[in-house]
Nanobody, 125 residues
Framework: QARLVESGGGSVLAGGSLRLSCAAS???????LGWFRQTPGKEREGVAG???????SYVDSVQGRFRITKDFADNTLYLQMNSLKAEDTAMYYC????????????????????WGDGTQVIVSS
């Protein structure tokens, strides 16, 4: 059974860094892997996506600060987050899509079928 498990969240001061990881297991006909985030009362936001060819896309608010990568050897997705701001505080989720290549801007959650349970990131100023 396909499964995604996030880790690496935590509390950090503004300006600091965190690296999120997402371990994938089971079969998923993936075209794109993505990171999303959500805060209470707000819609889930696509943060970054990477497709099978390595093409990446980011939401404007994290461009230049976050970097999405994937390691085929151990089926792990990463999100390196630098220069963190208080507004980056959210629950972060990784997800996989079999229908999109994530080449038309930040990932759209309606295209993603497999989801992890999330990891909390708190940035204090």
């Amino acid at each position: 059974q396909a499964r995604l498990v996030e880790s690496g969240g935590g509390s950090v001061l503004a300006g600091g860094s965190l690296r999120l990881s997402c371990a994938a297991s089971g079969y998923m006909n993936m075209r794109c892997l993505g990171w999303f985030r959500q805060t209470p009362g707000k819609e889930r936001e696509g943060v970054a996506g990477i497709d099978v060819g390595g093409w990446t896309s980011y939401v404007d608010s994290v461009q230049g600060r976050f970097r999405i990568t994937k390691d085929f050897a151990d089926n792990t997705l990463y999100l390196q987050m630098n220069s963190l701001k208080a507004e980056d505080t959210a629950m972060y989720y990784c997800a996989a899509s079999s229908v999109t290549y994530c080449r038309d801007g930040p990932p759209n959650d309606t295209d993603f079928s497999w989801w992890g349970d999330g990891t909390q990131v708190i940035v204090s100023s």
